[in-house]
């Protein structure tokens, strides 16, 4: 909650330019800058709820810098991927353990990683970057990931917007939309894996 409080009133100084500093903090999360891009959200629905900036504007502003750093990652990972891996700061960003990680979850899940990445603070942008470099196609990736982002995005905003006179509430309806999230997530996966099954066995049987 301290995190948020300090992004609030950095931002809010800034007035109606409030906009341009939102947008740089958004695609900085995506460069994997220390902070997370939910706390960035909802402190943009915060200043939508105080009138200093539009709501409507916030939420479109928000979904192009949360689809803007994520396709420059893409990008970066599609077209320099394995120059970057090699530098210094590149392993500093992903060490080799997280590095591992993102392969086993590419491995296992497939394409169907980048839908999930937006709700996996820590290993989104690392995600992105990797399935750059196994050249996704970028319609696939800009799918799979914009669809998770109209989920994402509208929802913290307007937690911010709703609960923003009331911090101390809004803590606590921030933990509770984030189990919601991951609970919602985690039933995805388990229908995936079913059907996924399912459906292998049905081949089998076919066959």
């Known amino acids: 909650m301290k995190l948020l409080i300090d992004l ?35 402190t943009a629905g915060i200043l939508a709820s105080r009138n200093i900036i539009d709501f409507n504007i916030t939420v479109a502003l928000c979904m192009f810098g ?67 470099s196994y050249h996704v196609p970028f319609w696939k990736f800009f799918l799979l990931d914009g669809f998770a982002a109209l989920i994402s995005v509208p929802l913290w905003v307007y937690v911010g917007f709703l609960f923003g006179s009331n911090l101390e509430h809004l803590e606590v309806v921030i933990k509770k939309a984030q189990t919601g999230i991951y609970a919602s997530l985690a039933a995805i996966i388990s229908i995936f894996f079913i059907v996924y099954f399912v459906r292998k066995r049905y081949l089998r049987v076919q066959s």
């Open 8 to 42: 609030l009133n950095f931002i809010q100084p800034y007035g109606t330019h409030s906009y341009f500093v939102i947008l740089a903090v958004l695609l900085a999360c995506g460069f994997g800058l220390p902070l997370p891009e939910d706390i960035t959200l909802v």
């Open 66 to 132: 949360v689809l803007l750093g994520d396709g420059i990652i893409f990008w970066l990972g599609s077209h320099y991927g394995t120059k970057l891996r090699k530098t210094k700061f590149f392993s500093m960003i992903l060490p080799e353990k997280r590095d591992a990680a993102v392969k086993a979850i590419l491995q296992k899940y497939g394409d169907k990683v980048i839908f999930m990445a937006r709700f996996m603070p820590g290993l989104r942008t690392p995600l992105f970057f990797a399935t750059g």
